[in-house]
Every structure is written in C-alpha cells, then in structure tokens.
C-alpha cells in the first residue's frame, strides 16, 4: 500500500451532522458521481472536464491516496442513518480539502459541490462546509482557508460571506473570485460552536446497520 500520506487520515472518517454526513470517497461512490460529472452545468461550475467512468475510478483512487487532498462525499443524513439505502442513492455532492502551498501546510483551498438540484438553497452545502473547516482546523492543523469560486456562481459566494469569508481577489481572466477565511481564536470557537453537533465515528462502525439485534 505504500506510505499513508497525511492526509489520508479520513478514509476511514465519518462526520455525521444534522443535515449531512460526509464519508469518504471510495469507489462504490464512483458511478453516481460519474454520473453527476456529465452534467454541463456541473462541468461549468466545477471548471472539470468529463471523463470516462474507469478515468474517474482511476481520479477516485488518486483521490485516496494523494497527501495534498482530502475528499468526503456529503451523504443525506436522514436518508443515510435511516439505513433503507446504500451510500450511492443518498449522496447529495462532495466537499474537498486541498493543501495547495508547499510552503505553508496550514492554509487550505476549500471546495463544495451540491450535485443534486434538489437539494440547494436548504444548508446542505453550508453545514457541509462547516464540517469540513472544523475537521481542517481540528485534525490537519488548518489556520487559514481559501475558496476559489466562478464569478457567475453568485449562491456559493454568498454562503462563503455568510460563513466569514472575505472576498480577496478577482481574477478576470478565469472569471473567478478568492475568498479567505483567517482561523483566529474567535473565528475558531465561532466554528467549533457551529458544528458542535457533529459525531466523528469511523466508517466501518458506521456502516453496521443498526438495530440488528432488536435493541
């Protein structure tokens, strides 16, 4: 298996939330999420290309084991710890960590997508989002965040501004906004006291169906 690169500290991570639980990537997530990908709309505020379904299982495993990034696909907590449906049919988008200055391991660029239509505008991508600060901050050691968003997606800036963000920089050229968050002491209690509901479990322990034995 090679070394365990730093980040690879949440494969076996579950962040359950009140209206969210984040999982890691594994490739039973792939097909739905190939499927997501295909969609134009999503190609354009993702700023991706398509690809096929055995480039993205090829994406998925780099995903897992490179150092610089940590990926949770966001599950429907109702639908998920209701246990009536396997991973795929509650997956809602994803959310991702990149440590992307070499020089400085505490800043991180943040990313979210909320895939399914049916669930934007209803604090699935702001509790989502949450989680994963306080996990950055908490477990990776994260003081600073970055948000790198398309100019024209004027609801994902909005929610970065409500979540303290500040808008840093434009970038006319890829017609997109920077948007940064410093951890201080306030911001970070700020944010602990936001996700003080959220259960860290492991993923295997979660994956048990409950109940089974009448309790």
Request: charged share 25%.
């Amino acid at each position: 298996p090679g070394d365990a690169g730093a980040m690879r500290i949440n494969q076996n991570t579950v962040l359950q939330g009140k209206r969210v639980t984040l999982v890691p990537y594994t490739s039973a997530h792939v097909p739905r999420y190939h499927e997501w990908m295909q969609s134009e709309e999503l190609q354009r505020l993702t700023a991706s290309e398509p690809l096929s379904l055995e480039q993205e299982y090829e994406m998925q495993r780099s995903w897992r084991d490179d150092a610089d990034k940590c990926t949770f696909i966001v599950l429907d907590t109702e639908r998920w710890s209701g246990q009536a449906c396997g991973d795929e049919d509650c997956m809602v988008g994803d959310v991702n960590l990149f440590l992307t200055d070499t020089e400085d391991p505490t800043l991180g660029e943040i990313e979210i997508m909320i895939a399914e239509p049916s669930y934007r505008g209803k604090g699935f991508g702001k509790e989502a989002t949450l989680m994963m600060m306080s996990y950055g901050v908490t477990e990776l050691g994260i003081t600073k965040f970055e948000a790198k968003i398309g100019q024209e997606n004027e609801a994902s800036i909005c929610m970065f501004k409500k979540l303290h963000f500040k808008e840093v920089a434009v970038n006319s050229v890829f017609q997109e906004v920077t948007l940064r968050l410093d951890v201080s002491d306030p911001e970070r209690q700020w944010l602990l006291d936001q996700t003080n509901h959220m259960e860290k479990k492991s993923y295997t322990e979660a994956k048990q169906p409950s109940g089974v034995l009448g309790t």
